[in-house]
């Protein structure tokens, strides 16, 4: 009589933190054809390998729930010497899944005619020669021919949405755009996309009215997924914005998810006090509603953001030419120190002295220097400093804005409804060290040294709550027959090795990252398996 079928791994003798946030219990687990099984204690099954994972925890493959990696490894050496490392700085933190397409910017969908138009503003967002797909298939496919250790999915980005009908014009839909935006849309989340997202704050998303993403929402709640947006401010008029999702979900009957959800600048700092009950009275009362958070008091963004909406009317070509000339940097500077009716005004909330430069390739000197520090170095107005930089580098410029507050971190970590996401922007420079250093942070420093919260509920806020809210069946957990997607770590070194320094130095204490049965990180290296897919929700 045959045998039992040998597993192609066995990871004996760890600690199971199964992503739902359940107790930690000793299982044995085991990997055969892509699936996992979970086995009790001390069972010993035929396997071509065996891991000890003993004094380790076992968990499934972390999900991050909100990148802007949509390009990175279709860039490939377009980024640079970095292109690898970026590349790569995911997987070896423990993340198994990305969900791109965050923020309102994807790469798609978009009408034919529009995709040689949007190549600029693009190229500002992403950081190289980027390509814009028609549809989720062309993307998906894209991804497809281009081995990739992890897997990815994306959101349908309501900016890139807006660009590819209408362009970057500083209008309103007409009624004949809006449902043509709805058909894209509708095409898209019908070829697996994960969602519909938003960036009020980024333009084109910026000139759109809450009827418009009203319209939108609509036809994303019809395929049963979320609406995920970067709220219109997080800063002095954050609870407004909250009310505005609010609203759209709401009338449109989508599910709601509130992206890297911050009180940021000093008129906004402590207002988690009340956003929070906010969104806990909003569950409460039966609202489909819930948060991302990454674990830093710094966000990071396009240099070009921190200019009025006006003055983004046309696209990245279009703000340039208005930088080139003085009396528009006039205006700028009047609109930056008096304000612009609902528009979020970082440089007026925080200043030129909290924002550094993270990226700028043809100008590598200026990295990690803020903006005040390079103009009084230069003696000029820091405004006209960033207007140069933003001329020369043709609006390619990413920025690190230290706008947070330590407790107001926290307790969206520490809240039942937040999950993590990096909101890692993998570009050439200096990056954020989010992109490499999330997912280790929160286990080692915020569950094990200040013991907010325990290693299984922080497990789960990194895979099982994801998997759930974003519709990813039969990830996120360690459960008979669930895709085989782990990470194994140490609980009493796990930590970030990242740095604003040195952005992409690698965790410690992650052992073996698993994605689709295949070991793709082994003693913190890179295996060079490359099983990733793209998935849809």
């Not at 709640?221 to 407004?240: I, Q, W």
């Not at 207007?387 to 107001?408: C, F, K, Q, Y």
């Not at 049965?517 to 793209?534: F, K, L, N, S």
Request: proline share 7%; net charge negative; aromatic share 4%.
């Amino acid at each position: 009589m045959a045998g039992p079928v040998e597993a192609e791994l066995l990871i004996s003798g760890g600690t199971v933190a199964d992503g739902t946030g359940a107790r930690l219990r000793r299982a044995e687990i085991t990997v055969r054809s892509g699936r996992l099984a979970v086995l009790p204690e001390g069972a010993r099954p035929p396997a071509r390998r065996t891991v000890d994972a003993s004094g380790l925890v076992v968990a499934p493959g972390f999900i991050d729930v909100h990148t802007h990696s949509d390009a990175i490894t279709l860039i490939g050496a377009g980024a640079g010497e970095q292109a690898g490392a970026l590349a790569r700085a995911a997987v070896m933190q423990g993340v198994t899944t990305e969900i791109c397409g965050n923020c309102g910017s994807s790469l798609f969908p978009a009408l034919p005619e529009r995709v040689a138009g949007m190549v600029p503003s693009a190229r500002a967002s992403f950081g190289g020669p980027v390509p814009i797909f028609t549809d989720y298939k062309g993307f998906a496919e894209a991804h497809i021919a281009v081995p990739r250790a992890n897997h990815l999915t994306s959101l349908v980005g309501h900016g890139t949405l807006r660009a590819g009908v209408l362009g970057y014009a500083d209008r309103p839909a007409t009624p004949e755009e809006l449902a043509v935006m709805c058909d894209l849309l509708d095409t898209a989340l019908t070829q697996g996309a994960a969602g519909l997202s938003t960036g009020l704050i980024y333009t084109p998303g910026t000139y759109a009215g809450t009827e418009e993403v009203v319209a939108l929402a609509k036809v994303a709640a019809r395929h049963g997924k979320p609406y995920v947006t970067h709220l219109r401010d997080e800063m002095s008029r954050v609870e407004e914005a909250l009310e505005e999702a609010v609203e759209i979900a709401r009338r449109s009957g989508a599910a709601l998810h509130v992206s890297h959800h911050k009180t940021a600048g000093r008129h906004a700092w402590g207002r988690t006090l009340v956003t929070l009950p906010r969104i806990a009275s909003l569950r409460e009362s039966g609202m489909d509603v819930t948060c991302d958070v990454y674990p830093y008091t710094a966000g990071s963004t396009m240099l070009s953001a921190m200019f009025p909406p006006w003055a983004n009317d046309g696209g990245v070509t279009a703000l340039t030419a208005r930088l080139a000339d003085p009396a528009e940097r006039e205006r700028m500077r009047r609109s930056i120190a008096e304000g612009v009716p609902g528009w979020e005004n970082t440089v007026g909330n925080g200043g030129w002295d909290r924002i550094s430069v993270a990226g700028a390739v043809r100008n590598p000197e200026v990295e990690g220097r803020t903006i005040a520090e390079l103009a009084a170095a230069r003696a000029v107005d820091p405004l006209d400093l960033a207007a140069e930089l933003l001329v020369a580098e043709r609006g390619e410029v990413t920025i690190i804005s230290h706008s947070m507050r330590e407790d107001d971190v926290r307790r969206v970590l520490a809240s039942p409804f937040a999950m993590i996401g990096s909101d890692g922007v993998p570009k050439p420079g200096h990056p954020h060290p989010r992109w490499a250093g999330t997912f280790p942070r929160v286990l080692g420093h915020y569950s094990r040294d200040l013991g907010l919260m325990p290693l299984e509920t922080a497990v789960h806020k990194m895979t099982g709550m994801a998997a759930a809210r974003f519709g990813l069946a039969g990830r996120g957990v360690i459960a008979g027959g669930a895709h085989a997607d782990l990470v194994v770590f140490d609980p009493a070194t796990v930590g970030d090795g990242a740095t604003y320094a040195e952005p992409l130095l690698p965790p410690a204490g992650i052992h073996l990252v698993v994605a689709a049965g295949h070991i793709v990180v082994a003693g913190g290296a890179d295996t060079g398996a490359r099983p990733g897919e793209v998935l849809t929700a």
